[in-house]
């Protein structure tokens, strides 16, 4: 399988600037991987060990009990799709994550990550960024679920995620604002 880094390569210069060197080492220590819809990705109570970026396709990302399954994320765009704390930290994750349609990983080994990052000092910088921006979104996250209503999040959706609205099932979208299938589509009359 041929290797296309140019997504992963324009993340990094636009997210987090390596220099060409390190960079280049490190998009060569990637791999393709493939799975199909409705593939796990990652399982609950399980401890992630290599480094993942969505080439192509979309996957959801949700916590479940026995009662439910409750939807937390979508990834439609080129992004790391890592549990970064469980990643890191060499602990458990909470989350699952499944693909909704074929999909293509770039992965790396966690040990070979953070050698190449060892090796050109720039680790610090990308976890240090990463989880700001990853503690800003779930600030953000849980801010707007205890303050916003289910209608005033769906016109969030419209103006800040359409590319969900376009690619996700409506289950899935409804999960994630957390009410039922129906009360979205009522949701999505009012608006129209």
Not at 116 to 145: M, P, V
Request: net charge neutral; proline share 3%.
């Amino acid at each position: 399988m041929n290797l296309d880094t140019t997504k992963i390569s324009s993340f990094f210069e636009t997210e987090y600037p390596l220099n060409k060197e390190g960079l280049k080492e490190l998009l060569g220590l990637f791999s393709v991987v493939e799975y199909k819809k409705n593939t796990q990705i990652l399982t609950s109570d399980t401890e992630e060990h290599q480094l993942r970026f969505l080439n192509k396709g979309a996957i959801r990302e949700y916590y479940a009990s026995t009662e439910k399954e409750t939807n937390i994320n979508f990834y439609t765009k080129p992004q790391f799709i890592t549990d970064l704390s469980s990643f890191m930290n060499d602990t458990k994750t909470k989350k699952y994550q499944e693909s909704l349609t074929s999909i293509e990983l770039l992965v790396i080994d966690k040990e070979l990550f953070r050698t190449i990052l060892a090796k050109y000092d720039c680790g610090k910088s990308f976890i240090d960024l990463s989880f700001q921006k990853l503690l800003k979104q779930k600030e953000l996250f849980e801010y707007n679920r205890v303050t916003k209503s289910p209608e005033e999040l769906y016109q969030e959706l419209l103006i800040y995620k359409p590319n969900w609205l376009q690619s996700i099932p409506q289950y899935h979208i409804a999960s994630y604002l957390n009410i039922t299938p129906e009360t979205l589509s009522r949701i999505r009359k009012r608006i129209s």
